[in-house]
């Protein structure tokens, strides 16, 4: 099933998504929120399919999904935690910047913790700020948790991923040098993080789903040209099994978590980029000097995935630059 | 006027404590739980503050606090954000994992985003894990956020700032050198966060709360030794309406955020420490070798902060670690 969230209050109001992306059912009876229908999973995920069934069974369930205005399906989550699980993206980023990767790159994953109280929503414009941060987006794919004890194995990981969605890590990349150089991390080199429209059960995504990695290409759009359609399964290094077990090893994770996948990213520069980072570092390497600029006020970035039957899975994260 | 949380579901149930910490009455009329407080402060403050007098009033007022189990104020939270705003502290602890300070210790703060959707209670034990992690305390004081806009200046900052409480941010050690080695900051090395019984109001420190800065000596005890009683103000390089302007320079944060000082930490050595790596480094430098080894199975952490009355403003943060 596929579910999203209403513009109402701080959480949103809980909605059931038809396949297509069309319609919606309000779920708020079920759960107030996604919140809420994550904390009591057991009691409500039963209903919620139900309440999408209809909505399959007779196309004149529910109202038209263009009448409501969406949100993040959590518009505040308790954990967003980013991987950056595929090694191509590591080694292009961190050569752009004159970093060296990590010794432990292959074995020992690479995550942030990243800013979750204020998170946009799939058609959030973005205030560029100053304009000398160096903007750039990040299209990612993400898992939402259900409750996650301490010490959670890889291979006990499926039981606790609830939902996938996609994600628009935006970065000021002209901050992270001096704030990684401080030794502790991203943080103001890291703004509010946006996500798709739709978070989809496992199930919705049939075989392109499987040992932990999502099997499609994740298309990214900049000012309507496509920049990149890397698949976002074979060359994720972890996979989100790993990445939870990474996680979870010195503390339990509520329900409620996101986590990601970091930039998706292949080897082959024929499936381009999803951040502006990789395309400059490849022009860097071709041509000994970056290129593409940042993004700069009016762009739009539009951030989707397509199954192997063309239909737009988790709607189309699709935002703006602004002043 | 203190508030805390008793145990109950995920949220807890909020409570109004007498300032002498032995009385409380339910105040889940007002708002369910601290968060939901937060998020509506502008109508729950005076409820909750009328109900704080009656309890002032009238000592047959209320229940004893020993009667009801408390959680962390905030259970879970939407972001843990945590400064290291002791210059003293910073030195000590890279000097003794030979590590260099950053360039710009004094000019910009150091903060990292920590783990939030599981804290733990004043009470609760802590399990060790394998014990080889190199488990440590590190005492601190910490501040509750309203709704904080984005490039929020250290001069509004006060205006943001809703509650203070203490915290104990459990560290493995031993994990530090090669998790900060990778590049993206704390995540394994950081387990769950612990924090005081009571969260207060700015008020209930009259004028020890100065600057932005909690000017009154931090206890630890371990095993009902005191090992530091370090000052909280003077010393603290960054105010925390400093570390508030620098968390909110490229993003809002949401009510509930908490924001913390980082260890405290004196120059003075008679004034102990709030965290064993900061006795080993002093060992180190004396000596050559640490000598106190870091935590075990059995050992029990105490923190509390007293006003100039001796009155025990927050409660005591009192843990064991487990097995």
């Known amino acids: 099933m596929k579910l999203a969230s209403r513009r109402h209050g701080r959480d949103g109001a809980l ?66 935690i980013d991987g950056s699980a595929f090694i191509n993206h590591i080694l292009l980023v961190r050569r752009a910047r004159g970093a060296e990767p990590p010794a432990t790159l292959y074995s020992d994953p690479l995550v942030y913790q990243g800013g979750s109280g204020c998170l946009l929503g799939p058609n959030d414009s973005f205030s560029i700020g100053d304009g000398q941060h160096g903007l750039d987006f990040e299209s990612e794919v993400a898992v939402v948790l259900g409750d996650t004890p301490r010490g959670t194995t890889a ?7 609830r939902l996938l969605l996609l994600a628009n890590d935006w970065t000021f990349r002209n901050l992270i040098p001096a704030e990684l150089g ?36 994740l298309k990214t759009r900049l000012n309507g ?61 071709a041509t000994g000097q970056p290129l593409t600029p940042f993004l700069s006020i009016g762009d739009q970035v539009e951030i989707a995935m397509f199954d192997d039957a063309g239909s737009n899975v988790f709607g189309t994260i699709s935002e703006r630059v602004v002043p």
């Not at 999973?41 to 196309?59: G, I």
């Not at 946006?194 to 789903?209: H, I, R, W």
């Open 15 to 80: 909605l059931v998504v038809s396949r297509d992306g069309s319609r919606c059912s309000a779920a708020h009876d079920v759960a107030p929120n996604l919140q809420a229908a994550l904390d009591d999973w057991a009691r409500c995920e039963p209903q919620l399919r139900r309440r999408f069934e209809e909505l399959e069974a007779d196309p004149r369930v529910g109202q038209p999904l263009s009448e409501v205005e969406l949100t993040a399906p959590l518009p505040r989550a308790y954990e967003w």
């Open 155 to 161: 291979s006990d990981a499926a039981l606790h991923i």
């Open 182 to 217: 401080k030794g502790f991390g991203f943080f103001v080199s890291k703004p509010a993080t946006a996500f798709s429209p739709f978070a989809v059960t496992p199930d919705e995504l049939g075989a392109a789903y499987r040992d932990g990695r999502l099997h499609l290409p």
């Open 225 to 285: 040209v496509l920049v990149g359609d890397p698949n976002a399964g074979a060359e994720m290094h972890f996979s989100f099994f790993e990445l939870l077990a990474h996680v979870s090893q010195t503390r339990a994770l509520t329900a409620g978590t996101i986590l990601g996948s970091g930039t998706v990213s292949n080897a082959d520069p024929a499936r381009g980029v999803s951040c502006l980072a990789e395309l400059r570092a490849r022009e860097m390497i």
